[in-house]
Structure formats: structure tokens, C-alpha cells
């Protein structure tokens, strides 16, 4: 039995088709159901719906084998997982943004708002420059905005959010995709499987 983490939502569904048009179908998932286990025995695959936020940590820990994440909530999880192919989709852009008329004054620390602190945190050690972080859980926009912090670290995917509330980016830290990711003990007992998964989901291995 294959045991997934299919994260809630868009990014889910979509991972879902992907998985069924490979073999791993079970239909009963599409149903209109707040159910969260899915079983199809004769496909040989079990579903569990997760918050995306959280489909590492049921990957590392092992109570799914497989699962599909963005690259931003692995970086910013640091799980110790195996990453083994980038989707291609679910692509956007890990940035710092600002008010148009920023500028970094460097006699300070910068006050950095974001959900991904671990990232902040990274790239910012990186260039060696001193940050005071303040930890938001959405609408991060609006820290430049009222004066809560210099800059954002965010997704950016279109633009839009940033263009309408007059930021824009200043930095790229890193693109962002949906990922495989396979827990480090199921992939050494399901191996012939999984590489099966990922030749038919990408091609290539990472
Ligand atoms: C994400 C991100 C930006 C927005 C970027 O927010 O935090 O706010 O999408 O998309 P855009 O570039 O296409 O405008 P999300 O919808 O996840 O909500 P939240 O972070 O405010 O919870």
C-alpha cells in the first residue's frame, strides 16, 4: 500500500489526476465528503487530505511515504525528507518587496515581515545583513504598509497583491515549484515503486 499526503486544495486536485492517470486512482476522493482517508485496496493506494502547510511533516514522520509540497513551505520546514522531482507547477517567486520609494537604510537592522522566517532568516545571513523579524500568518502586504517592517519576504505569483497595495519587488531569493518528496525509510523498502512514480510523474530523477 502507497501511502500519500495530498495537500488540500488546487495543488492538491491537481497532484490527485496526476496520481490517478498512473494508476493510482480512487475515485471516492472526488465525492463531494469531509472525509480525510481515502482507500482505493485494488490500486493499492492510500490518501490522506492535509493541510499543504503540513505535508512534510506527515512525510518525515513517516505516516505517508509520498507527498507533493511547495518548494517554500520545504525550505522553510527544513524536513528531512528526500526531494526527488520538481513538478514544474504551482511555480512562483520567493521575494523581498517594499514600498516603491525603499531604501535600505543600513545603519539599522531591517525589520524583514514574513511567514517564512527560516527563509528570511537564510537568505538574509547569506548577505550578511542584520534583521529584526516580524513573524505575520498572512496579509503580510500590509507591514511596509503601516509602518510594521522596512521589507517582506513572500510569495510572489502574479504581482497583483504587491502592485495593488503600491509595493514592489526589490530582491528574488529563490524560485518556487511544486515537489515530490519521499520519506527517507519508505523509500528504501518501496524503491522500485517510487522510482516507477517519478519516471512516470517527470522523467528524470533530481
Ligand atoms: C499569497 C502571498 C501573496 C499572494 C501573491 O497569499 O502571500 O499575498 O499570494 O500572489 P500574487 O502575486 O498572484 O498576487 P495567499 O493567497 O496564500 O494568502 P495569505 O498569505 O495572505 O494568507
Known amino acids: 500500500m502507497l501511502n500519500v499526503a495530498l495537500p488540500k486544495g488546487r495543488l492538491g ?3 490527485y489526476s496526476l496520481l490517478a492517470s498512473i494508476g493510482y486512482e480512487c475515485k471516492e476522493i472526488l465525492e463531494d465528503t469531509r472525509k480525510l482517508i481515502f482507500i482505493n ?11 499543504p502547510s503540513d505535508v512534510a511533516i506527515y512525510v518525515e514522520n ?6 507533493v509540497v511547495g518548494k517554500d513551505i520545504l525550505l522553510e520546514s527544513e524536513s528531512d525528507v528526500y526531494e526527488l522531482l520538481d513538478l514544474g507547477f ?3 517567486r520567493m521575494c523581498v518587496a517594499a514600498k516603491d520609494d525603499f531604501r535600505d537604510n543600513t545603519s539599522r537592522p531591517l525589520r524583514v515581515a514574513t511567514k517564512f522566517t527560516n527563509i528570511a532568516k537564510n537568505y538574509y545571513d547569506s548577505i550578511n545583513r542584520e534583521i529584526e523579524i516580524v513573524k505575520l500568518n498572512g496579509s503580510v502586504e500590509l507591514a511596509p504598509i503601516l ?18 497595495n503600491g509595493l514592489s519587488v526589490k530582491e528574488e531569493i529563490v ?8 520519506n527517507k525509510s519508505s523509500y528504501f523498502f518501496k524503491s522500485d515503486e517510487i522510482d516507477k512514480i517519478v519516471t512516470e510523474l517527470g522523467g528524470d530523477k533530481k
Open 147 to 164: 509602518g510594521l517592517s522596512d521589507v517582506i519576504v513572500d510569495i510572489v505569483e502574479t504581482g497583483k497583491t504587491l502592485v495593488e
Open 13 to 15: 486536485d491537481k497532484v
Open 41 to 51: 485496496e485494488e490500486n493499492g493506494v492510500k490518501y490522506f487530505l492535509v493541510k
Open 62 to 67: 513517516g505516516a505517508a511515504d509520498i507527498g
Open 90 to 92: 504551482g511555480k512562483c
Open 175 to 182: 524560485p518556487i515549484s511544486a515537489r515530490l518528496i519521499v
